[in-house]
């Protein structure tokens, strides 16, 4: 890939779910002149809300005086998105237990997924990389996608 470009950007957000939302739009913004291809992009996004409402919900346990911080980096044609947060910590192991499914055949397939507890398998389906580690106070959730750049 001939494509080398390169992005750095941190933030700290509100512990709440209009955090995941609001990360999205902000990684979407920035990456609106660098050719990046709206089918990654559309994964990215879906796979940062899935991660920041985790942490909300399972870290923080909804406590919106809380903050997390969001970090993101691009070089050449590699995103690396860290989500920091001080919250509980993932239960140990559940992130290499978490596999993904086959596709549905089928449309009552489909329906018949449940909506809820799948934020790890999405954020697993959706980028290249995704790893936990707890820190002495942190849990550090790093994921990576390859960018795909559109011609211009």
Same mark, same amino acid.
């Given at each position: ?31 609106? %002149? ?9 994964? $990215? ?9 985790? $942490? ?65 398998? $999405?954020?697993? %389906?959706?980028?290249?990389? $995704? ?22």
């Amino acid at each position: 890939m001939d494509c080398i470009f390169s992005l750095s950007i941190s933030v700290s957000l509100k512990g709440d779910f209009d955090a995941g939302p609001l990360a999205a739009e902000l990684l979407r913004s920035a990456f609106k %002149q660098m050719s990046v291809s709206s089918s990654a992009l559309i994964e $990215v996004e879906i796979a940062v809300v899935e991660a920041v409402n985790n $942490v909300v919900e399972h870290a923080y346990g909804s406590d919106a005086t809380k903050t997390l911080h969001l970090g993101a980096a691009i070089l050449m044609d590699t995103l690396v998105i860290r989500i920091t947060d001080e919250g509980r910590a993932m239960p140990e192991g559940l992130l290499e237990r978490v596999r993904l499914p086959a596709a549905p055949s089928n449309d009552i397939e489909l329906h018949a997924l449940a909506e809820r507890g799948r934020g790890l398998e $999405v954020m697993k %389906q959706t980028m290249n990389e $995704v790893s936990y580690r707890r820190s002495e106070t942190a849990n550090v959730l790093t994921m990576t996608k390859c960018l795909r750049r559109t011609e211009p």
